[in-house]
């Protein structure tokens, strides 16, 4: 009975110890992101004209961006701010969230672990990178080109903002595909047989997910289908390459 007893309190200590350790990773995790938040509120306004100069590019020179709305020139900068902050922040909360899971991991897990998220990490931002430096401006060219010769395109800010984020946020996701399919292969949901077999309909999803995703012109359409098709190819290769050398160590 005794034993039983202090078996629960050991189990109950360790229980509330874990409690402390997510609450204190997830205080650092906030504190950085309201640090940041903080750091980039003065530069808020230049920040919103970085990201809204494609457009501003392409606008009529009569043209101007607008707010419908009285504080829209406010929180359209702000809402960004913060957007930023997370983003900035992403890597040291990932860390912390590394830092809770650590001590139950092996060595060979941790590595798993720390290669994995370093590697969704970097193409999470390639692919920010890749809609802001290609898709955003293919996809403003082609709506300032199909609308019609007596209307003077001038978009609201806020509306801007919410378009970019969405085209931000797929192609951050897209590019998470080679993680994705490592993963699937390794825990054996799937397998690269498998993989192999239906590829032609894994391409085909790619550009039907594509069509929906981007705006609706085939150069942005191409523009994600193509690359999804080839990170896919990529997470192919990698696990392949990782399964021949444990194979042949």
Same mark, same amino acid.
Not at 7 to 14: D, I, N, P, V
């Given at each position: 009975?005794?034993?039983?007893?202090?078996?629960?309190?050991?189990?109950?200590?360790?229980y509330s110890e874990h409690l402390k350790e997510l609450r204190k990773r997830l205080i650092y995790s906030i504190g950085a992101v309201i640090a940041i938040f903080l750091l980039l509120l003065p530069v808020a306004q230049q920040n919103y004209h970085f990201l809204a100069q494609p457009l501003i590019s392409l606008l009529p020179s009569n043209s101007t961006m607008i707010a419908t709305d009285v504080m829209s020139t406010f929180l359209a900068p702000f809402k960004l701010n913060i957007y930023l902050a997370i983003l900035v922040s992403i890597p040291f909360i990932l860390y912390q969230f590394w830092r809770f899971l650590a001590p139950a991991l092996y060595q060979n897990e941790k590595k798993f672990g720390i290669t994995l998220a370093l590697s969704s990490i970097f193409l999470f931002y390639l692919g920010l990178l890749f809609a802001y430096g290609l898709i955003l401006p293919l996809a403003l060219k082609f709506f300032m080109l199909a609308s019609p010769e007596n209307v003077l395109p001038m978009t609201d800010?806020?509306?801007?903002?919410?378009?970019?984020?969405?085209? $931000?946020?797929?192609?951050? !996701?897209? $590019?998470?595909?080679?993680? !994705?399919?490592?993963i699937l292969i390794f825990i054996g949901i799937l397998s690269i047989h498998q993989l192999e077999e239906h590829r032609k309909h894994i391409i085909v999803f790619f550009f039907f997910i594509a069509m929906f995703i981007t705006p609706p012109d085939i150069f942005s359409m191409l523009a994600l289908a193509v690359p999804m098709w080839l990170l896919f190819e990529l997470g192919l290769w990698i696990t392949k390459l990782t399964t021949i050398k444990k194979e042949h160590p």
């Open positions: 009975m005794t034993e039983q007893i202090a078996s629960e309190t050991l189990k109950e200590m360790k800010i806020n509306s801007y903002l919410d378009f970019c984020l969405k085209l $931000f946020l797929a192609f951050g !996701l897209a $590019f998470q595909i080679p993680v !994705l399919t490592y």
